[in-house]
């Protein structure tokens, strides 16, 4: 999962962060760094540190964690820090909630978090239908490629994106939820895993195709083709294999082969930004979303 289709994710976030109530206290920057979720974590080992561990592996626990469980017991946190500034009392509405007084850089990075897990939900096991194990990620890169198709030179996908100095109250929360839902210490490894993505996210992102040219002429004379360029995410690129699925072939995902559908990317974009839009309203105004989020992953969608 090296970009995993992370451009869609901040794609999303803009559309869904266009239609909300634009009256409320918002912080726009942590709203798109929550759009990004635990796909953070997997920037940990880009490139793959030589002294040390990384905590990719953090990615994949959240990813494949119910849902309800994550954003319930995940306010659950077993520890007040001092930038998350959350008390025991309050930590079990935390997510589910928005009564609980909480600084808006909170409520707005759980906003874009909800963002994250609706377009996984929505969008994994197709994904997963079309491409699994190493050409997953390569899957997901076209997707960002097509997704985009209008991207210019003066474009920026990342635009809005908080600077790593930012995100010191996030890696609290996530430092927090790690203890709790994962018996792991990890502090500071968001932030770490963030400055990686900035940088890695930024060099594969190419609007011109130059990087993606000088990547096939690299990986021509070993008969690597796409090993390199495949992974770049160049809004030129060719869709010879219907990649978003608008000619609408059945498909489903390969743990419920029965659960057979017809969608192609796109719908399911556009049933994602619904559910977001809808699943974020009801945060805001305090309702619970549990029962919205039950028996479901990022990572399957439904389990
Ligand atoms: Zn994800």
């Given at each position: ?10 794609e ?10 634009r ?32 905590e ?33 009392e ?49 899957f ?12 210019s ?42 400055r ?6 930024k ?23 796409g ?7 160049w ?10 699925n ?29 559910e ?28």
């Open positions: 999962m090296a970009m995993a289709y992370i451009l869609s994710h901040l999303l976030g803009r559309r869904v962060n266009a239609r909300l109530d009256s409320r206290n918002w912080d726009e920057g942590l709203f798109l760094l929550g759009c990004l979720g635990p796909d953070v974590f997997f920037y940990d080992r880009l490139p793959p540190p030589l002294f040390r561990r990384n990719k592996k953090l990615g994949n626990a959240f990813h494949n964690m119910d849902a309800a469980s994550f954003l319930t017991a995940a306010g659950a946190s077993p520890r007040p820090t001092a930038h998350s500034s959350l008390r025991r309050q930590a079990p509405a935390l997510l589910l909630t928005a009564h609980c007084p909480l600084p808006t850089a909170h409520s707005s990075y759980i906003c874009g978090l909800l963002c994250h897990f609706a377009l996984d939900a929505w969008v994994h096991p197709y994904i997963e239908s079309r491409a699994t194990g190493p050409a997953h990620s390569r997901e890169a076209l997707i960002d490629s097509r997704l985009l198709p209008g991207f030179e003066r474009d920026d996908p990342f635009a809005g994106l908080p600077p790593v100095s930012a995100a010191g109250p996030v890696d609290a929360l996530w430092t927090d939820w790690s203890a709790a839902l994962c018996g792991k210490k990890v502090a500071g490894v968001f932030t770490r895993s963030y990686n993505f900035l940088t890695v996210a060099l594969l992102f190419d609007p011109h195709g130059r990087k993606s040219a000088f990547a096939r002429c690299l990986e021509w004379p070993f008969g690597g083709k090993k390199l360029s495949g992974f770049l995410v809004p030129g690129r060719a869709d010879e294999d219907d990649c978003l608008m000619g609408r072939k059945p498909w489903a995902p390969p743990w419920a082969r029965e659960r057979v559908s017809a969608s192609s990317f796109e719908d399911l974009f556009d049933g994602a930004a619904e977001a839009v809808s699943l974020i309203g009801r945060y805001l105004d305090g309702d619970t979303i549990a029962n919205a989020l039950a028996g479901r992953s990022m990572q399957r969608g439904a389990l």
